[in-house]
């Protein structure tokens, strides 16, 4: 135990927060990685509370913490001794191993955390003890929910997940985490203190958690009440560029992700350019997450495809989305169909493929365009200059979606080729008429027959 109670009172005296969490990290730290299993095997349960508050009280000696915050300080120390061993015994695979166990003693330092800043008299700098609970409140509850659909044992792996991507089973553990983190949001916003001793200073971190679970239980709609809570305290908050920067990018991921999902792309690009221009270079993993969505946004928002140095740096990226920009800049209408197909799993694993499949109306655009630009130009009248033709029969729009359709001998009707001009029209890839009785489309002259394609 001297290891842990060390550093709790080098933490006690620098008031060092992240220090301080570390002592009730439920994984060792690799330059002692026998950290928890001494802590574990220091005390019995008949002595492990009087070993606990001997330890506390010496190394905190001269700096006369209160009572009750030294007894709030203990009662997690407890909690933590006894989550400690159910971790131990179900990492080692026992007949005893059961993550429902780890979860519910986990839960237990949790509220005890809870209880320390609400009556305990635990001081905001301490406030990353918040983040370590929270993190492994909820790690471990998908672990208890994993182990409870498979009726076995799970393994333990605390390493980055992607949340974005929903769990649709029996999630009742999470469910639980949830509602606590709620607990643990609430404590930081209702906090009353003056902002440089306020638990506000960790309300991103956690509302990132709770963005992240609500994602892992598909319940996306519950981000909402915690988005409308933050915007009711907006002016009793500190500046949000004061936060962490990866606070602030988790934070702005996550939102833009909510507003994609909720077709509002002008703001959801807004968001995810910002988690983008302020994630860090090196931070290759989470770039890719943000560039999943920022790159059907810019689609939708501007027409706009992302460039080969772009995806160079992502594979996984590039093999999704290479193919059907190339489709769209083409106007390759069955090869983008083909690349839609071929990443149809993944397109709706995270998310995006009803948002990407309207990237067919650019390759629908630019296919027409290249029938515009093909018809050349009217003979120049009175010496002035030359101008493209802007009448075109709609047979050769017709002709050119069954190259782009690869489709043979096979032909549309005429009305369904202008049909889909006439969508092109109202959704302003063109701008034009058909004039029906003369079987052509009249297109604006001066460049401004396909807005934002100079033609």
Same mark, same amino acid.
């Not at 096979?410 to 009305?415: A, L």
């Given at each position: 135990?001297?290891?842990?109670f060390e550093?709790f009172?080098?933490?006690?005296?620098?008031?060092n927060g992240?220090?301080l969490a570390?002592t009730?990290?439920p994984?060792?730290?690799?330059?002692?990685?026998?950290r928890?299993h001494?802590f574990?095997n220091?005390a019995n349960?008949?002595?492990?509370?009087?070993?606990?508050?001997?330890?506390?009280?010496?190394?905190?000696q001269?700096?006369?913490?209160p009572?009750? &915050?030294?007894?709030?300080?203990l009662d997690v120390?407890?909690?933590y001794w006894?989550?400690i061993?159910?971790i131990?015994?179900t990492e080692?695979g026992t007949s005893?191993?059961d993550w429902n166990?780890?979860?519910?003693?986990?839960?237990e330092?949790?509220?005890?955390l809870?209880?320390g800043?609400?009556?305990?008299?635990?001081?905001a700098w301490?406030?990353?003890?918040?983040?370590v609970a929270g993190k492994y409140?909820?790690v =471990?509850a998908i672990?208890?929910?994993?182990?409870?659909r498979?009726k076995?044992?799970?393994?333990f792996?605390? /390493?980055?997940?992607?949340d974005?991507?929903?769990?649709?089973?029996k999630n009742e553990?999470?469910?639980?985490?949830?509602?606590l983190?709620?607990?643990?949001?609430?404590l930081c916003?209702s906090d009353?203190a003056?902002l440089?001793e306020?638990r506000?200073?960790?309300?991103?971190y956690?509302?990132n958690?709770?963005?992240?679970?609500?994602f892992?239980l598909? /319940?996306?709609?519950?981000s909402?009440n915690i988005?409308r809570?933050?915007q009711?305290?907006?002016?009793?908050?500190?500046?949000?560029? /004061?936060?962490?920067k990866s606070?602030?990018?988790?934070?702005?991921y996550?939102?833009?992700?909510?507003?994609?999902?909720?077709?509002?792309y002008?703001?959801?690009?807004?968001?995810l350019t910002?988690?983008?221009?302020t994630c860090?270079?090196?931070?290759?993993?989470?770039r890719?997450?943000?560039l999943t969505?920022?790159i059907?946004?810019?689609?939708?928002?501007?027409h706009?495809?992302p460039s080969?140095s772009?995806?160079?740096?992502y594979?996984?990226?590039?093999?999704?989305f290479?193919?059907l920009s190339?489709?769209?800049?083409?106007?390759?209408?069955?090869?983008?169909d083909?690349?839609?197909?071929a990443?149809?799993?993944?397109f709706?694993?995270r998310?995006i493929?009803?948002?990407?499949e309207r990237?067919r109306?650019i390759?629908?655009r630019?296919l =027409?365009?290249?029938v515009f630009l093909?018809?050349?130009f009217?003979?120049?009248?009175?010496?002035?200059p030359?101008v493209r033709?802007?009448?075109?029969p709609?047979s &050769?729009?017709?002709?050119?979606?069954?190259i782009?359709m690869?489709?043979?001998g096979?032909?549309?009707? /005429?009305?369904?080729v202008e049909?889909?001009l006439?969508?092109m029209i109202?959704?302003?890839?063109?701008?034009?008429y058909?004039?029906?009785?003369?079987?052509?489309?009249?297109l604006?002259?001066?460049g401004?027959a396909f807005p934002?394609t100079?033609?």
């Open positions: 135990m001297d290891s842990i550093a009172g080098q933490a006690q005296a620098i008031g992240n220090l570390t009730i990290t994984v060792s730290p690799p330059e002692d990685a026998e928890l001494a574990r220091g349960v008949f002595s492990v509370q009087h070993e606990i508050r001997d330890f506390i009280h010496a190394n905190t001269g700096m006369r913490l009572k009750a &915050e030294t007894n709030a300080w120390y407890l909690a006894k989550a061993g159910e131990l015994t080692e005893r191993a166990k780890v979860y519910e003693t986990w839960k330092v949790a509220n005890a809870i209880r800043y609400s009556s305990g008299g635990f001081q301490s406030i990353p003890c918040l983040y409140l909820r =471990f672990k208890a929910d994993e182990q409870g498979k076995g044992p799970a393994t792996n605390p /390493s980055f997940q992607d974005v991507v929903g769990d649709f089973g553990k999470l469910e639980d985490a949830a509602r983190m709620n607990r643990i949001f609430t916003i009353r003056p440089e306020s506000k200073w960790g309300i991103y956690i509302t958690l709770l963005f992240k679970t609500y892992k598909n /319940s996306i709609g519950l909402k988005l809570a933050l009711a305290t907006r002016t009793d908050m500190p500046p949000f560029e /004061s936060f962490p606070h602030i990018v988790t934070f702005k996550y939102v833009g992700v909510i507003l994609f999902l909720e077709e509002d002008v703001k959801a690009e807004e968001h910002e988690a983008w221009q860090h270079a090196d931070a290759q993993k989470n890719e997450l943000i969505y920022l059907p946004c810019h689609l939708l928002t501007t706009t495809l080969n772009l995806l160079r740096p594979p996984r990226l590039q093999a999704l290479t193919p190339h489709c769209i800049r083409r106007g390759d209408l069955a090869g983008f083909a690349a839609m197909v990443g149809e799993d993944e709706v694993k998310r493929y009803l948002t990407l990237g109306d390759a629908l630019n =027409f365009r290249k093909a018809g050349g009217e003979e120049a009248k009175g010496g002035g030359a033709r802007t009448r075109i709609v &050769e729009f017709g002709a050119a979606i069954r782009g690869r489709e043979g096979e032909r549309m009707e /005429s009305d369904e049909c889909l006439a969508n109202y959704k302003n890839f063109m701008k034009g058909i004039a029906r009785e003369r079987g052509i489309v009249v604006s002259k001066g401004m934002g100079c033609v």
